[in-house]
């Protein structure tokens, strides 16, 4: 008998793999069925989240840090001579939003060559159209995949600081926040609210001028809270990535969180369930109110109503709420 | 009798637009009553949406930008004795959320502060907590609040690129990205999703090294498209935000989108209207299933059983739905 994807994804086959990953970026029903079937063998990887304004420099950062998991995923591996096509390491590159063609802008054809030829690494770019989450989700549900498929260790990269992003990174296991020194306004990066969310602070490009003066301003801002006894101050770690500089530092600094929250990290888990379980929920709801509830066309002609200011927004989805409620 | 708050609003007091967004931030149930009220009385304002990477020099360029619109309306408001403290250029600077402090890391505070003693001129951060696109509802509702108050031309500001400042930036009547040059890495700047959403191009600090091969990147990744004719093509316009250079041509394009799309303006605000209702109906779908249906603690049972791998969050999801839909 043929192999069902969900059986070829938890073998590890980076085809099945990849073709899972694509039916949850096109929404397509089957990927619900999909996260069903692999959702009991997952929860076992380490997912690092990555993010940080543009031209900080991620996509190198991520690279080396690839490149270190992947060493000491190697070292394990070569002992399991069963499955020796199966990736160690995963990377999700979250792309915003493009609206009108839908994808990934450059997406991972300019980036990650060095691991192109390395079955042990299994990269993707992620980018949707749907709203209320869309890209959390597929972000989450990737994941999963890839977790299901025995990688030991994903990295979610954001390249943008908006709220999704921000609540992507934040449902990571590891939160990293990558700044840069030089754009001359520290405080433009340090005011995009990615303060909060580290639990390690990068300072990449460190050869370059500014960047102690952005460890301190770092630095000064972690003062303005007061840590109690035992609990984790964010570290700031001074990297460059082009040289691999400081990498073996960051490794060692993830290593350390991952040790002192063993106990937190179900907190954090919670937070990510929950945060995918409400978009889902949400989600669902507005596909049933379209297909089920409303009329083709119908919601075209309430939003117009409320467009040209015949009915408020308020009162329009109340109506919609107790129509959908009703049935 | 004391005029209610929405009178107040509609009269153009500062103090009444100010208490209004509060409301609006703080999701105060108020708020909905408020929009109701007021939302017969908007639909005037221009909507100027300007996004791009932090470090980009948005908050300077805004600055020169209000300036320019206040000058405009002076001399309007001048024959309107009537009115001499409605403000006629209001700002609404869209900072990611903080997930633990929940409001603007710096806010309003390090800014704007030449137009402080301006009262025709009212300037505001928004931050929320909310989950399910409620950065989006509360700029949207501020935006109206501003809106009906007479304010002529609201800009908002998104210092995040990621999907919510997008989807906030398309739905203004005219979408401003701003780039900058010598981050080194242009790249990074054109993949953030915002290339195609642009209206207007600026390129900031053009005095900067690497201002002219930027233009032409963007230039060059505009000519992928093929334009028809009379369809609009985004100009790219340089500007040096700290000295004012650029601006006046900025204003000029910005007048010009405005009069080429007279018409096309009636479908982003069909747009504007569906992703607010849309946001509003699930965001309503979601109180009323923690409110009315499930028993306190119950959802966080829920997700603890999906945290722990005891059930798929698609399953619980439709769970959920089914149960809110039965009543």
Redesign the interface.
Same mark, same amino acid.
């Given at each position: 008998m043929t192999p069902t994807l969900g059986e070829r994804v938890l073998a590890g086959d980076p085809r099945a793999i990849a073709r899972a990953i694509s039916l949850i970026e096109d929404e397509d029903p089957a990927s619900?069925e999909l996260?069903?079937a692999i959702?009991?063998h997952?929860?076992r990887a380490y997912l690092v989240g990555v993010t940080g304004?543009?031209?900080a420099?991620k996509?190198t950062l991520v690279d080396r840090l690839v490149a270190a998991f992947r060493a000491g995923a190697r070292a394990v591996q070569t002992s399991d001579a069963a499955a020796p096509s199966r990736p160690a390491v995963g990377v999700i590159a979250v792309?915003?939003?493009?609206?009108?063609?839908g994808g990934?802008?450059?997406g991972d054809r300019?980036r990650m060559q060095a691991h192109a030829q390395d079955p042990g690494v299994f990269i993707r770019s992620m980018?949707t159209r749907g709203?209320?989450?869309g890209?959390a989700r597929a972000t989450g549900d990737a994941a999963l995949v890839l977790d299901a498929a025995g990688v030991e260790t994903i990295v979610i990269e954001? =390249?943008?600081?908006?709220? *999704?992003? +921000?609540?992507i990174i934040?449902t990571a296991d590891v939160a990293i926040v990558t700044l =840069?020194p030089g754009?001359? *306004?520290e +405080?433009?990066?340090?005011?995009?609210?990615?303060?909060?969310?580290a639990d390690i602070f990068v300072v990449n490009k460190a050869d370059r001028e500014g960047a102690d003066r952005l460890v301190s301003a770092v630095d000064a801002n972690l003062a303005l809270h007061s840590y109690a006894s035992g609990e984790w101050r964010p570290p700031i770690v001074k990297t460059v990535a082009t040289s691999g500089a400081g990498v073996p530092e960051l490794v060692s600094a993830i290593g350390a969180f991952r040790e002192h929250s063993r106990g937190v990290q179900?907190s954090r888990?919670?937070a990510?369930?929950?945060?995918?379980?409400?978009?889902?929920?949400?989600?669902?709801?507005?596909s049933?109110?379209e297909r089920e509830v409303l009329a083709t066309g119908e919601?075209?002609g309430?939003?117009?109503r409320?467009?040209s200011?015949e009915v408020?927004?308020?009162?329009?989805?109340?109506d919609?709420?107790t129509r959908?409620?009703r049935?």
């Open positions: 619900a996260v069903r959702f009991g997952t929860g304004p543009p031209g420099g996509s792309d915003p939003t493009s609206p009108f063609s990934a802008v450059l300019l980018a709203h209320l989450g890209l954001t =390249v943008g600081v908006g709220q *999704d992003e +921000v609540d934040r =840069v754009t001359g *306004d +405080v433009q990066a340090l005011k995009a609210g990615i303060m909060e969310i179900t888990r919670k990510r369930s929950e945060y995918r379980l409400r978009e889902l929920v949400a989600q669902r709801f507005m049933h109110l919601l075209a309430i939003v117009d409320v467009a200011r408020d927004p308020y009162t329009a989805a109340n919609l709420l959908a409620l049935r």
